[in-house]
């Protein structure tokens, strides 16, 4: 078989990983050729790529970021894109398409699926946000930095007394505060899933102060949202693709605290630091375990379909259930982070 892979929305550690295992499943097992598009769909759509074997994959496993470049453009915003990237995949004669990415990535695969492109998906990214798959690659990276900020910031925070607001992604859950939250034992955490109260936070860590606290740790998901009517927020820019440019919510959150409790404040904006650098073990793994079991779902002639974690086995699910929601934190996690609030 020929095989075209790709890489697209925002990067996160493992795709390099990803990419090495199909290229060896194809080429050691399969004896599949493959070539790997440049920047997600818009090397698809311009028919830009280039060949992958095992040479060019050596050495990647570790390596954070994609080869392949990759970019939130999707063919369906642009006149004659879907039929531009119909084009090149009928040119180059392949046989299937292998797409890791996020939510948009993989909604965008789930239409060229049903244009009748044989498609099959690994689900990529560090909010961990994909449905029908207990974690998405990355994650476990991202947790694990964000896990060592709240870690040195707390022996600061606690020698100036300060209560410290630090700002993970989480667009539209909170899987990266909820955990990093709960494995660096915080004071308090806003997630997208529980609009907040300002005055319930502030009361929160005014109770800790009085209990002889003097390090307060605040996990702030960058899409955390206020409880209607609490607290003024600026309407985010958004970038080329129509993204929401999130990042600064905790700016404005510190600010009102400090206003509201007297308690000094400062900030810590985590940003594009969680994506980038070499991925934790388990993400090495994960994205080793995704990059085979996509290529054996190829060659099994299962597509439309997402390569998926569940009870620690790879299954494969419908492209079409994976992309219909976004997966919200789990109640019962979230319950148990509220047990250790301030
Ligand atoms: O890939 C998901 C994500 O990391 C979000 O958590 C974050 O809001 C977004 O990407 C940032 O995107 P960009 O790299 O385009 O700034």
Not at 36 to 60: K, T
Not at 212 to 220: A, E, L, Q, T
């Amino acid at each position: 078989m020929h095989i075209g892979v790709l890489t697209g929305g925002g990067d996160c550690p493992g795709l390099n990983a990803v990419i090495r295992a199909i290229v060896r499943r194809a080429e050691a097992t399969y004896s599949d050729t493959v070539i790997g598009f440049h920047d997600g769909w818009r090397g698809v759509v311009e028919n830009s790529w280039r060949p992958l074997d095992m040479g060019s994959c050596r050495g990647i496993l570790s390596r954070g970021g994609t080869i392949l470049g990759t970019s939130r453009y999707t063919p369906f915003n642009l006149d004659n894109g879907v039929a531009r990237a119909l084009n090149t995949i009928q040119e180059l004669k392949l046989d299937a398409l292998v797409v890791i990415g996020g939510e948009g990535t993989l909604s965008c695969a789930c239409e060229m699926h049903t244009r009748g492109v044989g498609i099959v998906c690994v689900p990529k990214t560090i909010d961990n946000d994909i449905s029908c798959t207990e974690r998405t690659f990355g994650f476990d990276t991202a947790v694990n930095i964000a896990t060592d900020a709240i870690d040195r910031l707390r022996t600061t925070a606690e020698s100036h007394d300060r209560a410290i607001f630090v700002e993970v992604m989480g667009r539209n859950v909170g899987h990266i505060a909820t955990w990093a939250g709960i494995a660096g034992g915080v004071a308090y955490i806003l997630t997208p899933e529980t609009p907040f109260d300002i005055q319930e936070l502030s009361d929160a860590l005014l109770r800790r102060k009085s209990s002889g606290r003097h390090d307060s740790i605040v996990v702030v998901a960058e899409g955390a949202q206020p409880q209607p009517g609490t607290l003024e927020l600026t309407e985010p820019s958004v970038d080329v693709y129509g993204h929401k440019r999130l990042g600064g919510i905790a700016n404005v959150v510190a600010a009102e605290v400090e206003k509201r409790t007297g308690i000094e404040t400062r900030v810590t904006i985590l940003g594009h630091v969680q994506r980038g650098g070499t991925p934790t073990s388990f993400d090495r793994v994960l994205s080793t375990r995704f990059g085979v079991a996509a290529m054996d779902a190829v060659q099994a002639g299962c597509f439309g379909s997402m390569v998926a974690l569940q009870a620690n086995k790879i299954e494969l699910v419908t492209l079409r259930e994976a992309t219909a929601q976004l997966k919200p934190v789990d109640k019962d996690l979230l319950d148990v982070s509220r047990v250790f609030f301030a």
